[in-house]
């Protein structure tokens, strides 16, 4: 089993930058794909990033692509999203999860992640 911990979401202004860390424990995730997704309120869950386990491969959602960056650090355990120009549009609660089957290719679809945190809350202010 693995757990998820997200930490680093906040409350900051248009144009202001976060990142993001998902802790695993229980298991190394250095074998995992791992992933970003982000609910709003009324929305429906949406892919914003993955990476598969070596970090070479990385994925991101058209509507993030050159703001978010998705990484790595497998002696840590842990995965990054470090976004930029945030915009009132990337207010949602943001998930980790791990995709224990995807090896090297970063995923998009949600149904094939195996473990997710809890969520951190990340709110941008106009």
């Known amino acids: 089993q693995v757990q998820l911990v997200e930490s680093g979401g906040g409350l900051v202004q248009v144009g202001a930058s976060l990142r993001l860390s998902c802790t695993a424990s229980g298991r190394t995730l250095s074998r995992y794909a791992m992933g970003w997704f982000r609910q709003a309120p009324g929305k429906e869950r949406e892919f914003v990033a993955a990476i598969g386990w070596s970090g070479t491969n990385t994925r991101h959602a058209d509507s993030v692509n050159g703001r978010f960056i998705i990484s790595r650090d497998n002696a840590k355990n842990t995965v990054y999203l470090q976004m930029n120009s945030l915009e009132p549009e990337d207010t949602a609660v943001y998930y980790c999860?791990?995709?224990?089957?995807?090896?090297?290719?970063?995923?998009?679809?949600?149904?094939?992640?195996?473990?997710w945190g809890q969520g951190t809350q990340v709110t941008v202010s106009s």
């Open positions: 999860a791990a995709d224990k089957y995807g090896m090297e290719l970063p995923n998009s679809a949600d149904a094939l992640y195996d473990y």
